[in-house]
């Protein structure tokens, strides 16, 4: 059966086969009503956009536009205030995405235009402007403070979360594999010879949707570890709960910590433990490179999955929120670094052999 064509969809909406090309790819200049009967006209026909002559085009709008991307995605995400080795900071929740979404996008075509949430404030506006600049693609960073999406008009929009926070929207999601990270660190802790491993892994303001995959990696390496190993309590004090993760530390000494994040590392040495010499350290959500040993989130893999996925959901015209929202899961990698003591295996391999004697003359 023959592809159905643009100007057969245009023709079934009643409407020019440029209005047609507009509408489909989300022009603010189109009216409402229009759209929709094209977007109507394109399901009922069948009609899919062909990757490669699509891309063909992007490439001779690009070169004649000076780069200009044919599409622009926004990429919307929150600015909280973060503690950040010991320092409280403004932080742009999910910002390291931008760069590699960047890059990745171009050869689909697109653009990617950051958006802040919180300097914007309101659902209503924030759907006011992503429709003046024609923008009919989301990706979203991690929510992790209020609810800022809220009400939000997910009709408009073909959307797909990049790395998922405390607060879940309901839609497609990509993010890295809680549960792997936990039991990589648990492993790793354990490859060192440690055997009192101490899981912190706190609660986040709101309902945190990671956590139980986290807790339930801790419990399961905690039964499954050999029996000469402790099986300590899980901190679950809230991720500001200085005072009280020190006192858990205190009273069950474990050698090695395995915490949500970095934070409780700057805690330690503020309490004037050093590590590694007296306790090892590993954090899990590492988003970049760092003399702390730990999990750290495959950025790339995430954004590249996020970003096809959307444009997937751009080729079959398909917006607003999923009956069901599907979830998938990138493995992490591991970060070595300085905070851990050496493998015991590794030790031993690195031994230096005696130097042989040379022959007399």
């Not at 403070?145 to 939000?152: A, N, R, S, V």
């Not at 069950?252 to 004037?272: K, M, S, T």
């Amino acid at each position: 059966m023959p592809r159905a064509t643009i100007r057969q969809v245009a023709a079934a909406a009643g409407t020019s086969k440029s209005t047609a090309a507009r509408a489909l790819a989300g022009h603010p200049g189109v009216h409402e009503a229009t759209r929709r009967k094209v977007l109507d006209a394109a399901q009922r026909l069948g009609y899919h956009p062909e990757p490669a002559l699509r891309m063909l085009t992007a490439y001779r709008w690009n070169s004649l536009q000076g780069s200009r991307p044919a599409m622009t995605i926004a990429f919307l995400f929150q600015t909280v205030r973060r503690v950040v080795e010991g320092e409280s900071r403004l932080v742009r929740i999910g910002y390291d995405f931008v760069p590699v979404l960047t890059a990745q996008s171009q050869t689909l075509g697109y653009g990617i235009d950051p958006v802040d949430v919180t300097e914007i404030g309101d659902t209503q506006r924030l759907k006011r402007i992503l429709r003046a600049r024609g923008i009919q693609a989301l990706l979203v960073a991690p929510m992790v403070e209020g609810d800022p999406m809220k009400g939000f008009a997910w009709q408009h929009f073909a959307a797909v979360s990049c790395g998922v926070g405390e607060l879940r929207p309901p839609i497609h999601s990509v993010d890295t594999d809680h549960f792997i990270g936990l039991r990589m660190a648990w492993r790793e802790c354990l490859r060192r010879g440690y055997k009192r491993i101490g899981p912190a892994l706190f609660r986040q303001q709101g309902a945190d949707h990671n956590m139980a995959a986290r807790y339930g990696a801790a419990l399961y390496e905690q039964a499954q570890q050999p029996e000469s190993c402790a099986q300590l309590p899980i901190f679950e004090g809230h991720l500001t709960d200085r005072d009280g993760f020190i006192a858990w530390f205190r009273d069950n000494r474990p050698d090695a910590v395995i915490a949500l994040n970095e934070l409780p590392y700057w805690w330690l040495r503020g309490a004037g433990y050093r590590i590694p010499e007296d306790v090892g350290f590993c954090a899990l959500n590492q988003r970049r490179p760092s003399h702390i040993s730990g999990v750290r989130i495959n950025l790339e893999r995430i954004a590249n999955r996020a970003l096809l996925w959307l444009d997937q959901l751009l080729r079959s015209f398909t917006t607003g929120l999923p009956t069901v929202p599907e979830e998938v899961y990138v493995p992490p990698m591991w970060s070595e670094a300085e905070t851990l003591r050496r493998p015991r295996e590794s030790a031993t391999r690195q031994t230096p052999r005696p130097t042989p004697t040379p022959p007399a003359l």
